[in-house]
């Protein structure tokens, strides 16, 4: 695993694999990763792991909070429109785990449901499975402090 400096990038491409923190409201740093490219924005999975510096311990085996996100990716790394995220290093070779190829998302109307899963396959689905899925939309800032929120909720139920 290589590591840099935090870093906001304006161009670069963003890959599966890279390694990003974000600055939570309290003044502390959330992590996560790039798990592949879709069309709405990049999968994301965001670690249970917070620290008051944007620098994370690699050597550490990091759990995720579940399920993935789909990331506004042009809004927080490029664009840098909302909140503060960075780059922070790269897991080489990275391959999403079993779970993380089993996530689909649902999107559409109803009647005429899609599923999305994180390679950007589509695939009909009926109403009903779809209400069974995380929608495809991309989470901003805001919607990823909120989602760490009631992950942290539900896991001291």
């Known amino acids: ?3 840099h400096e935090f870093k906001k990038r304006n161009r ?5 694999g890279d390694i990003f923190s974000f600055q939570m409201d309290e003044g ?8 592949s490219r879709i069309n709405d924005g990049h999968v994301a999975e965001i670690f249970n792991v917070f620290s008051k510096e944007p620098v994370i311990d690699f050597s550490i085996s990091h759990q995720r909070f579940s399920p993935l996100v789909i990331l506004d990716s042009y809004g927080l ?12 290093g790269k897991t080489e070779n990275y391959i ?3 779970d993380a190829s089993k996530t689909k998302f649902a999107w559409g109307v ?7 899963d994180i390679l950007d396959r589509v695939e009909s689905i009926s109403d009903a499975e779809a209400s069974l899925l995380p929608r495809c939309s991309p989470k901003g800032d805001f919607d990823v402090k909120e989602f760490i929120k009631a992950s942290i909720s539900k896991s001291k139920k």
């Open 77 to 88: 790394f490029q664009r840098k429109s909302e909140g503060n995220w960075g780059f922070i």
């Open 28 to 35: 502390g740093f959330g992590f996560g990763r790039i798990v």
């Open 12 to 16: 670069e491409k963003i890959e599966p």
């Open 96 to 98: 999403p785990d079993a």
């Open 110 to 116: 109803s009647g005429n449901q899609k599923s999305t």
């Open 1 to 3: 695993m290589k590591t």
